[in-house]
């Protein structure tokens, strides 16, 4: 029986940079999701009958949420849903199946690299047809829904067996339980090269890949240790928990500490890899050298050639504002776009389904192509390995030879987290009005040529975003960037991104810190961030 519901607003349930994200006890409280999956669905128009897709990264409230979105989508005419088993499904996985099995859209259940369990966090995300992340005028239509909801729509039903594959039936929908990894593996046979990659493993190469107790290890199982003949144990923390084993399943150099050390020790492995709570991001570090994000974009576009799926060559470039503008160099010597987007993966969505840019990157680890509308974590890994058996070569000698052709952009990304949000607006806001005076001005030894608040202007769509970040442009091609993070959860998380490009292959062996010395000095005081936070330091610098 569908039961209509009555309800109130909830406040603050609007969606930031990738869905809304929130303490699991704020979900628990009475009718919490239920008003934001109808609000959901309401702000959509023509899905009766049709498929929806719904998973999550198996932390907790995952499986409980699984069952209420099924009730929801039943009472509103979904014709069908697809559910990973077990509620299981990575956010590119999710991508995937949305594109192969043309459903209209599809629901992610994760708070992404934020730490997991009852006092953790949780997320609902919502996916387009295309794959990707709802674009803003969704998520705005979404939130604006939840402030006016005064009723929900749930079928009467007994909880659905969603670990058992196979149909079963739930009102007049069908719900199908599905492999979580099939069709994301059949996908990746098609863009990368099985055949050479298993070689490179029967060869003795080594690899580990700390799936950090979050949605990959089933994935990464199946293709590195199973399709690809990698021995056991190379995949680490393979099983998806609840509370992530009280880990933060974020692949930075922070929390995955493990696989950073292992990869700088005496028994270092060929590669160390890891991605983070849904899957979506990745961390590459050869022996003794971590790849930062911004350089892995810039090297997998440089190499994607080299696998099956991008034989033909790459349309373009795209990546975040904030990332390093190494790839742009990569873009230029290919004679091919490059496109700087605002922070968040749906900005991406339209160069790709116009063809305007196949790959793909951004600084906060996330890399990815048109093979799908997500970043995606074990797809990087995939390519990386691709080019390691290709070049036959170490990911430092790779890296070391690409820094030599291109140049080296040094990058440091320093956070100060949870600070006071006010504090960090105004922060924001003096330095937007100092904007116009800087250039010509001198900071420190450094002459700043051009100073601006990041605006995107689509040229697919020709829609504008903007106030995306200020931009401090120095003469000498560095560059300091400030931005109010999009996802956290407590306060707000001021992102401090530093650059600066060194040409001279002699000076291509510097410490980053000593690379960035004056740069990290002046992106203190140049914004005041001491008066304006009351912190002297960041708390998280990667
Ligand atoms: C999300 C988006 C990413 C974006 C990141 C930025 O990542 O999907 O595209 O780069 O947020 O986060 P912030 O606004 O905190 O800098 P994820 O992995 O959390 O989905």
Known sequence: MIREIATRPIAGQRPGTSGLRKKVAEFQAPHYVENFVQSIFDSLEGFAGQTLVLGGDGRYFNRETVQTVLRIAAANGFGRVLVGQGGILSTPAVSCLIRKRHAFGGIILSASHNP??????????????????????????????????????????????????????LGNMAVEIVDPVAEYRALMETLVDFDRIRALFRAGFRMRFDAMSAVTGPYAKAILEGALGAPAGTVMHGEPLPDFGGHHPDPNLVHARQIYDLAMGPDAPDLCAASDGDG???LIVGRGLFVTPSDSLAVLAANAHLAPGYAQGIAGIARSMPTSRAADRVAAAKRIAIYETPTGWKYFGNLLDAGLATICGEESAGT??????????????????NVLAARGASVAEIVRRHWAEYGRNYYARHDYE????????????????????????????????????????DPVDGSDTLHQGVRIHFADHSRIVYRLSGTGTAGATLRVYIERFEADPARHGLETGQALGDLIALSRSLADIPRFTGRAEPSTVT
Do not use: C, M, Q
């Open 418 to 457: 949870e600070v006071d949000a006010d504090g960090a607006n105004a922060l924001v806001a003096a330095l937007r009005e100092r904007l116009p005076k800087l250039p010509g001005t001198r900071a420190g030894a450094l002459a700043i040529a051009e100073a601006d608040d990041f605006a995107y202007h």
């Open 116 to 169: 997991g369990g009852p006092e953790g966090d949780f997320g609902i995300k919502y996916n387009v047809s295309n794959g990707g992340p709802a674009p803003e005028k969704v998520t705005e239509a979404i939130y604006a829904g939840t402030r006016r909801i005064a009723r929900y729509r749930i079928l009467d039903a007994p909880p659905v067996d969603i670990d058992r594959i196979g149909d079963v039936r």
């Open 280 to 282: 979506d991001r990745n």
């Open 368 to 385: 990815g192509s048109n093979h799908l509308r997500e970043k995606d974590g074990v797809w990087a890994v995939l390519l990386w390995l």
